[in-house]
Each structure stands twice: as C-alpha cells, then as structure tokens.
C-alpha cells in the first residue's frame, strides 16, 4: 500500500507543477472597460472557434488538471487515512 501512495504522491506532484505552469502562461479573458462600455460581439467566427485555439486549448487543460487535482488530493486523502 505505501508503493501506491508514493506513486500517487508523484503524479499529484507532476500535476500541481504542471497546473501551476499552465495557470500561469494563460492570458486573462475580458479586455477590461471597454468592453464593458461597448459590448461584445458573440457572433464573430473567433468566438465560434475559441475551442480550437491556443488559448482555448489551454483552457481546456487547465480544467482537466484542475478537476485531476481534487480527484488525487481527496484520493490522497484516503490512502493517508488508512
């Protein structure tokens, strides 16, 4: 059972790491007070195809590393407890 935890402890380590990397090269989403002032378009073929960009890619990868993260932490949890 201690293999097991030390292995879990590793990919925990590798996905804080990662998480943090990625959560920190990522560019912030709203463009401030003037889009608040003119409005956005919704209905341009960039956000149609946000998804298939660098940016939304890395979206993407956060959210699954982040949704990784709580899965492992209260797996984590368990195996210490036991």
Same mark, same amino acid.
């Given at each position: =059972?201690s293999? $097991?935890?030390?292995?879990v $402890?590793?990919?925990y380590?590798i996905i804080?790491?990662? $998480?943090? @990397?990625?959560?920190?090269?990522? #560019?912030?989403?709203?463009?401030?007070? /003037?889009?608040?002032? =003119?409005g /956005?378009s919704?209905?341009?073929?960039y956000e149609?195809n946000k998804?298939? #960009?660098?940016e939304?890619? =890395?979206k993407?990868? #956060?959210?699954?590393l982040? &949704?990784a993260? &709580? @899965?492992l #932490? @209260?797996?984590?949890? @368990?195996?210490?407890v =036991?």
């Open positions: =059972m293999v $097991l935890k030390y292995i $402890l590793a990919i380590m804080c790491i990662a $998480l943090i @990397v990625i959560a920190t090269i990522q #560019t912030k989403d709203s463009n401030g007070a /003037s889009e608040a002032i =003119m /956005s919704t209905n341009n073929f149609k998804g298939r #960009t660098k939304g890619k =890395m993407r990868t #956060t959210i699954m982040g &949704i993260f &709580i @899965v #932490t @209260v797996v984590l949890g @368990v195996l210490y =036991m």
